[in-house]
């Protein structure tokens, strides 16, 4: 069984792209909205909220884990590899690679909290590339907030997003990578508000998610983890707090 956990319902972005590698996997998900955002938390925070939701998850018979959330990623995964050394973790990280690569402006934007911007798994991975393009960043400021309250496309979402997507299109970012798994729902706002502000400049809005659902395949296939095709499969939905908006989701999207 596959566990996967989230502050909230963006990780419900990744289970999305797994579930259309594994449709016939058995899943658990856990939205800690009770205690998101992470966003502006500590890390000693996410890394006791990450602990929990482990043990959570094993006892519950997960027997791989995907962290789908870039800032419990950046905060807690070396530890949980640590703590749990016979589970595999798949982790979330912003994807500047690719948008480094297929840039046409030389410059790229990165959306992401505070925690994940500020990590030296971040810090390492941006390392890497700005020696060839520059890279910009923003928090998307709100956006969490957004997604939790499922409002996605109203004025207000747009308005929000401009503010912290404008900046970066001003540096001149013609990639915006999402390095927040809530934000992929906020997508179409996004393309929307881009295509308002420079509509000749064809912007690309990359996500992680397609990636490491295949990442999550090679390591299952590898490990001899895949469930047999004809056992029956199930999903559990758990969260923290109140659950309406984990079930609306995923109601929307799966
Ligand atoms: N979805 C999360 C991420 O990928 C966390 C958002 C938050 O709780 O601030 O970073």
Redesign the pocket.
Known sequence: MIGIF???V??LSVFREIRKLLPQESYIYYSDNAH??????TREYITDRARYITRELLSKGADIIVV???????AAIATLRAEFPDIRFIG?EPAIKPAALSTRTGVIGVL??A??LKADKYLLNRGRWAENVRIVEHVGKGF?ELVESGDTCSESAEKTVRESLEPLLDEGADKIVL?????PFLSGTIRKVAQELYPERDVEIIDPAPAVARHLVEVMEAEGLMKEEDQAYSISLLSSGDDSCLKETYKRLL
């Open positions: 989230d502050s909230g963006g990780g998101c955002p992470y966003g502006e938390k789908a959330c870039n800032t419990a990623t950046a979330m992401a909290t925690g994940t969490v390095g927040c798994t809530h934000y």
